[in-house]
């Protein structure tokens, strides 16, 4: 029992830090407004990431093409690595350092939004990604832990999550990308009074 809320209580406490961090909650809310922008502008949000952090990028994406809280047209959002024959075949012929930066080359547009996650901040796939964005003047959010890694260098947005143990900093990505998803929802589909 009290290791359950051991768990529970650092679950907790990561969030309360991110509710009194100032500057990440107005990252939060930037990185929103550069969503509602993209999405103005016919764009489209790309998502990427590893194991966890590659179903949280799924699930995110799930939330923007299908419904959040209400029954609204599709926004234009994917989770980069759905298709695993593209992932095992350029894995094998080029490197699975590459898999995320070849797809942003064919999909990415200037203006559409690349969110990448990763605890560590430093998966060589996602940071090809990000620089690879960047080329094509996409705007990128990296959703990391406390200190960033790599993804802070290569990124228009960081929102780096203050903790460095991996299921509290998922947790937490899910937490701040429903956020996002609500305000993005409600901006672009106001519901009617």
Do not use: W
């Not at 980069?80 to 590459?98: F, I, W």
């Not at 559409?112 to 560590?120: K, R």
């Amino acid at each position: 029992m009290e290791n359950l809320k051991r768990i529970f209580n650092e679950s907790i406490e990561v969030k309360a830090k991110l509710m009194n961090d100032a500057k990440i909650l107005e990252t939060i809310l930037k990185v929103s407004d550069e969503i509602v922008n993209c999405f103005a502008q016919d764009g489209k949000v790309l998502l990427c990431g590893n194991g966890g952090s590659a179903a949280d990028a799924q699930h995110l994406a799930a939330e923007f093409s299908g419904r959040f809280y209400y029954d609204r047209p599709p926004l234009f959002a994917e989770a980069l690595h759905v298709n695993t024959s593209y992932l095992t075949a350029v894995g094998n012929d080029y490197s699975y350092d590459e898999i995320y930066a070849r797809l942003i080359q064919a999909k990415g547009r200037k203006g559409d939004v690349l969110i990448g996650l990763s605890t560590s901040g430093n998966s060589k796939n996602v940071i090809r990604a990000f620089e690879q964005a960047r080329k094509q003047g996409m705007i990128v959010v990296a959703m990391t832990g406390e200190t960033g890694g790599k993804m802070k260098e290569c990124c228009d947005y960081l929102i780096n999550v203050p903790s460095t143990d991996t299921p509290r900093i998922q947790e937490a990505h899910i937490t701040i990308g429903h956020a996002i998803c609500e305000f993005v929802e409600s901006r672009v589909f106001p519901k009617q009074k």
